[in-house]
């Protein structure tokens, strides 16, 4: 299994940024891709971002595209979030996730077999 803990979330002003960290450890060779997902108080878990660690492919959600960015430290098992111009409707407990290899662009919740804890992404207004 994988184990994923994310760090760096936090308060920050409507169009400011902040910086999200996931490390993965345990057996992480079985971890082919590495998303990030959000939810909202109320709301379904959203797709934001996913990385394949071979390659460094990236596929966003339409909601993200052009503010956030992935990317990966394959040396340190890492995976990063800048998120740029943030607004109110980017406030939400941000998961780190990994899956295994699979066919498609791998943006779905039900894809992803491990998960972190969450960390609170707030913007205020």
């Known amino acids: 299994q994988v184990q994923l803990v994310e760090s760096g979330g936090g308060l920050v002003q409507a169009g400011g940024s902040l910086r999200l960290s996931c490390a993965a450890s345990?057996?992480?060779?079985?971890?082919?891709?590495m998303g990030w997902f959000r939810q909202a108080p109320g709301k379904e878990r959203e797709f934001v971002a996913r990385i394949t660690w071979r390659g460094g492919s990236t596929y966003y959600g339409d909601s993200v595209k052009g503010r956030f960015t992935i990317s990966r430290d394959n040396a340190k098992n890492t995976v990063t979030l800048q998120m740029n111009s943030l607004t109110a409707e980017d406030t939400a407990v941000y998961y780190c996730?990994?899956?295994?290899?699979?066919?498609?662009?791998?943006?779905?919740?039900?894809?992803?077999?491990?998960w972190g804890q969450g960390t609170q992404v707030t913007v205020s207004s």
């Open positions: 996730a990994s899956a295994p290899f699979r066919p498609g662009a791998v943006y779905r919740v039900y894809e992803y077999d491990a």
């Open positions: 345990g057996r992480t060779a079985v971890s082919y891709v």
